[in-house]
């Protein structure tokens, strides 16, 4: 896909209702105030000898680059959120809210704008080092704990 049917699938999220429960697909997850997509994905790194690991981090690093770019050009600069903090709070006990507890699942951190009554995200998740990197965006109108 292209940075531009990045920002459309962006678009399309903002404009969609939320659902009451959580809902989860391949690809994609929603819940109470939150949508989250895969835009784009690496192959996973299983049998991998490490060489295809940094061509994988360059491809889905452009590809970031890109679509925090698209959407600092429709919405301004963007915070840089950490979500390590978060993911310790989590393991400690408290109980964070959708999306952010999935977010610091799978992400070190998040360009986060804000657009009207929604926040904006773009990250990179990866849950452990065999499998892929992922392109991922949401909308959500929760606000970051």
Do not use: C
């Not at 784009?40 to 925090?68: C, H, K, M, N, P």
Request: proline content about 6%.
């Amino acid at each position: 896909m292209t940075t531009a049917e990045h920002l459309d699938t962006i678009d399309r999220l903002r404009a969609k209702e939320f659902p009451s429960e959580p809902v989860r697909t391949v690809g994609s997850s929603s819940g109470p105030g939150f949508h989250l997509v895969r835009l784009a994905r690496t192959r996973d790194f299983w049998e991998d000898d490490g060489s295809g690991r940094v061509e994988a981090v360059d491809q889905i690093g452009a590809e970031y680059e890109a679509l925090a770019q698209g959407v600092t050009d429709r919405w301004g600069h963007p915070q840089i959120f950490s979500l390590g903090t978060l993911r310790d709070r989590g393991f400690a006990g408290e109980d964070i809210p959708a999306p952010w507890d999935e977010l610091s699942d799978s992400a070190d951190h998040v360009h986060l704008w804000r657009a009207g009554a929604h926040w904006l995200v773009a990250y990179v998740a990866q849950w452990n080092e065999e499998e892929p990197y992922l392109l991922m965006a949401g909308v959500t109108v929760v606000d970051p704990p």
